[in-house]
């Protein structure tokens, strides 16, 4: 062994069953895969192709972000670890003839950084390869692009921002400003969709009690007084919002600070809806969970933290850090199609031909699920990962 190959990590023992564990779970992978990948991989019949930067069309068969439905946990990407936990045993593994100085599984931002990290240390020759067992690479950082009318649109299909990006480690903010994200920019628009002079329409539909109009420039998760009293909402929905979004009144009053807290940390949010703002049962579906989270999932005390409507005159200081105070959500940084234009710019630094330079947003890169590459750094098909679904992202190997 040279000296070299002990920089990369060769040299650190591999317990037999960290060994046998991770050699059988990838071949249990591959032998899923083969059975879900085409099915994940179709798209609509009628999907317009989209010319990507190789001047190849790209149909949603071949390029994720175009496939429509839920694009989160998608068929193939969980059956391997359902099959394991149901008692579906290992199968046999099979040597694929590879060898690599880095395999890190997960392609989102933590795994396309460290593959990053470790291709800055170690140099261009370290073979490297990420694996992922969704069909896109960036994790919870996707995007979604439609064609209409010849344009191309692209949202976000997962996280949307930086969050308060200068509360981050001094290491983190250098990272991301080399990789070409320069989040100290000050817009008079943080966010693209303001800036393009989008503003949120509230729409109150006939199934669920409201009037059927659409009520421009309202945020139905921040209502004006004046929405509230003059739209068509069942009385009682109207007062009870009226009473979350703009009461004044302490809903835990006679009760000392501490009290307050250490009940908050012991009820749901919806408890304290219900049992405190005295919010009727079915006014409850008008208003929104925490964050992702449902009104049962989370205590009254994190959505206090997360600035969840109910709590204006509760009295108690807030932890510090949370996401959506006014501080944070002053310096939180939008990207165009969200966060997975940091994913992108990652995919870039490691595979240079995949996302030129030139074309900034509307990259696509070059078959990183359709075809083999002979460079040093190579996108790899989907479904020749051994993993659900298959989507090796980055193959690294001189």
Same mark, same amino acid.
């Given at each position: 062994? +040279?000296?070299?190959?002990?920089?990369? %990590?060769?040299?650190?023992?591999?317990?037999?069953? #960290?060994?046998?564990?991770?050699? *059988?779970?990838?071949?249990?992978?591959?032998?899923?895969?083969?059975?879900?990948?085409?099915?994940?991989?179709?798209?609509?019949?009628?999907?317009?192709?989209?010319?990507?930067?190789?001047?190849?069309?790209?149909?949603?068969?071949?390029?994720?972000?175009?496939?429509? !439905?839920?694009?989160?946990?998608?068929? %193939?990407?969980?059956?391997?670890?359902?099959?394991r936990?149901?008692?579906?045993?290992?199968?046999?593994?099979?040597?694929t003839? +590879?060898?690599?100085?880095?395999?890190?599984?997960?392609?989102?931002?933590?795994?396309?950084?460290?593959?990053?990290?470790?291709?800055?240390r170690?140099?261009?020759?370290?073979?490297?390869?990420?694996? #992922?067992?969704?069909d896109?690479? !960036?994790?919870?950082a996707?995007?979604?692009?439609?064609?209409?009318?010849g344009r191309?649109?692209?949202?976000? %299909?997962?996280?949307?921002?930086?969050?308060?990006?200068?509360?981050?480690?001094?290491?983190?903010?250098?990272?991301?400003?080399?990789?070409?994200?320069?989040?100290?920019?000050?817009?008079? +628009?943080?966010?693209?969709?303001?800036?393009?002079?989008?503003?949120?329409?509230?729409?109150?539909?006939?199934?669920s009690?409201?009037?059927?109009?659409?009520?421009?420039?309202?945020?139905?998760? +921040?209502? *004006?007084?004046?929405?509230?009293?003059?739209?068509?909402?069942?009385?009682?929905?109207?007062?009870?919002?009226i009473?979350?979004?703009?009461?004044?009144?302490?809903?835990?009053?006679?009760?000392?600070? #501490? @009290?307050?807290? @250490?009940?908050?940390?012991?009820?749901?949010?919806k408890?304290?809806?219900?049992?405190?703002?005295?919010?009727?049962?079915?006014?409850?579906?008008?208003?929104?969970?925490?964050?992702?989270?449902?009104?049962?999932?989370c205590?009254?005390?994190?959505?206090?933290?997360?600035?969840?409507?109910?709590?204006a005159?509760?009295?108690?200081?807030?932890?510090?850090?949370?996401?959506?105070?006014?501080?944070?959500?002053?310096?939180?940084?939008?990207?165009?199609? %969200?966060?997975?234009?940091?994913?992108?710019?990652?995919?870039?630094?490691?595979?240079? @031909?995949?996302?030129? @330079?030139?074309?900034?947003?509307?990259?696509?890169?070059?078959?990183?699920?359709?075809?083999?590459?002979?460079?040093?750094?190579?996108?790899?098909?989907?479904?020749?990962?051994?993993?659900?679904?298959?989507?090796?992202?980055?193959?690294?190997?001189?």
């Amino acid at each position: 062994m +040279e000296n070299s190959d002990k920089k990369l %990590g060769m040299g650190v023992a591999i317990s037999r069953r #960290d060994v046998i564990h991770g050699v *059988t779970a990838t071949a249990l992978g591959a032998a899923l895969a083969r059975t879900h990948a085409a099915q994940a991989a179709k798209g609509p019949a009628d999907a317009p192709p989209l010319a990507n930067t190789a001047g190849q069309a790209a149909t949603a068969a071949t390029y994720p972000p175009l496939r429509e !439905g839920m694009r989160g946990a998608h068929p %193939g990407a969980f059956e391997a670890a359902h099959a394991r936990r149901d008692g579906a045993p290992y199968p046999a593994p099979r040597s694929t003839g +590879e060898s690599y100085d880095l395999v890190v599984v997960g392609g989102g931002l933590s795994g396309l950084a460290a593959a990053c990290f470790y291709r800055r240390r170690f140099g261009p020759n370290a073979r490297v390869l990420v694996l #992922d067992n969704h069909d896109d690479f !960036g994790g919870h950082a996707k995007r979604n692009e439609f064609v209409s009318d010849g344009r191309i649109l692209m949202t976000t %299909g997962g996280s949307a921002y930086f969050v308060a990006p200068d509360q981050w480690t001094e290491n983190t903010q250098n990272f991301v400003k080399s990789l070409g994200a320069d989040f100290t920019v000050k817009r008079k +628009e943080s966010n693209p969709f303001a800036q393009m002079g989008m503003r949120p329409a509230t729409f109150l539909s006939h199934e669920s009690g409201g009037d059927g109009q659409l009520y421009p420039h309202v945020r139905f998760t +921040e209502p *004006t007084l004046e929405f509230l009293k003059t739209a068509h909402l069942p009385p009682r929905v109207s007062q009870d919002l009226i009473a979350v979004y703009h009461g004044t009144a302490d809903y835990m009053h006679g009760m000392t600070k #501490d @009290q307050k807290i @250490q009940r908050l940390q012991t009820i749901t949010y919806k408890q304290y809806l219900l049992d405190y703002v005295k919010v009727a049962p079915e006014s409850l579906p008008w208003l929104p969970g925490v964050w992702c989270l449902s009104k049962t999932a989370c205590s009254a005390w994190f959505a206090y933290f997360r600035y969840a409507p109910g709590f204006a005159t509760l009295g108690v200081e807030r932890a510090p850090y949370s996401p959506e105070s006014p501080q944070s959500a002053a310096a939180d940084f939008h990207l165009p199609a %969200g966060n997975s234009d940091l994913a992108r710019l990652m995919v870039r630094e490691l595979v240079p @031909q995949s996302l030129p @330079q030139a074309h900034g947003n509307h990259w696509k890169p070059h078959g990183c699920v359709t075809t083999h590459s002979t460079s040093p750094q190579r996108p790899r098909a989907s479904g020749s990962a051994a993993l659900p679904y298959g989507c090796s992202i980055l193959d690294q190997n001189p």
